[in-house]
């Protein structure tokens, strides 16, 4: 063999090491094995054996305590952290069905190209800017605390809750917005070339080409705002409504036990990891259509 | 003579301070075909679009049959639908089956009965031969294929002329063939036909007429065999020079 540069013969240097064959064969799954128990082990050696372990355990993964918080007594004081979930439920599936449609209202404006929806799109410009720029909790204390100010009957005599839900809506329709404007602006302009030079009207084109095949691309991004809109619910607390993270603060200082924080984590969990599951299920798929493709 | 049915009179098209088309006039007459050669950047996909309205132009004028496409009651869309736009890169609806790609120009834009164009565009694949692919995706179909689709799209629309902008410069060469012997069926058929294209063999054969791009004008335009073979002017010669 000859270096294909300067002619010098080079010793062929074909063979992965011992190692690299080692990791890859039947070794690597033994190290994968090996790794998991030390690393998961380790972690738990931490909890069991720290010096507060005991007294942590007992204030946040008492099995008592956490059922007592589960399902609440307010003879004593508490409500059902449980139940409270019901309130972040019903918070969530209402925002999240507004967020998609307000959403898609905000960045049609935002793409619109008549010359008569010129102020549509300078206030829903201004508008993403504005609430993608101010935290949600500050969006919640204006509207909760700001609209019962106002006086103004029906708006400004709703419950907390109604109050959160609007600020939750007001805030991730601007994130939602930008999510679908991005997957539109993702398809190829020759898509709209070819579509307008059919004779098809911009909103045709829109509906017809353009959105059909944003959509894919917009989905993955989309769950993952739905996801992060269902864990704000439990901002909605900071108003005084009842749901589960309240619940779960409201035990806490009824009976110092904080058994049911560890509760409501795991209520979001149930909640938010199937979703979670299912939008890295379809990226994945999305990647592997794409690369097949290519 | 033929009717007049596109006529660019002195149009002009910048780009920022970019000026692309300096005055370029060109008329196309009823079953003529024109071919438009230049180098690459000459202006060529510019002119195209400029014809259908995809780009607005600042100076001259466009006709369609004799009407200024510049009069504010001319509306876009209605002018696009009597012209056929082919392009470069095929531009076919990847989320579209082949018949729904062609089905829909003529369904949502002409609001045609879908069932009567159905039966048309059956009959326009079947004569390019890919009746049997009507319900593939796009993706299926090599790219002498898809173009030959995106032809028979524009064809769909029964336009009254055809752009095609270098509807061959994408394939691989063994697929070039079959697209131009469709575009030469097309001609023999009598299709009005605008043609920016760099295949000159095509051009001599097929073309009435050939207009030379240059600098943002047409500096040399004549019968094809006239131009291609005894140009008068050095830009043209070195040109075809350079493309031979
Ligand atoms: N949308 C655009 N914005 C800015 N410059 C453009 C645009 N389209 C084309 N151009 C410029 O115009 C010139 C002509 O381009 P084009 O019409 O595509 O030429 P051709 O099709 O003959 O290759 C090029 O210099 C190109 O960079
Ligand atoms: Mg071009």
Redesign the interface.
Known sequence: MTSAIDGEPVPPDLFASRRQRLLAGRGGLVASAVSGVVVIGGLAAVFWLAPGGATMRYFFFNPHFMWQAFIGDPSKGFYSVGLGLLTNLWIFALAEALVLVVGLLLASARLSQSPVLFPFRLLATAYTDVFRGIPILLVIFIVGFGLPELNLGYVSSQSPAVYGCASLVISYSAYVAEVYRAGVLSI?H??L?????????HA?TMR??IL??AVRTVIPPLLNDLISLQKDTALVSVLGAIETTRAAQIYGSTVFNFSGYTVAAILFLILTVPMTRFTDHLIARDRARRLA?A | MSEVVLALHEVQKRFKDHAVLNGVSLTLRRHEVVCLIGASGSGKSTLL?CA?L?ERIDGGDVELFGQSLLDPRVDP?????H???V?Q?F?????LSVIDNIL??PV???KRPRAEVRAEALELLERIGLAARAEDYP?RLSGGQQQRV?IV??LA?RPSLLLLDEVTSALDPTLVGEVLDLLTDLARQGTTMLVATHEMGFARDVAHRVAFLEGGRVIEEGPARDVLDHPREGATRAFLERVR
Do not use: C, E, K, W
């Open positions: 190829p020759g898509q070339l070819a579509s307008r030079s059919l004779g098809l009207t045709t017809r080409v059909p095949q493709g | 679009r259908n995809l869309d209605r002018v696009r639908r012209i056929g736009l392009f890169s531009n076919l609806f990847p989320h829909l120009g949502h834009a002409l993706d995106a799209r524009s629309m």
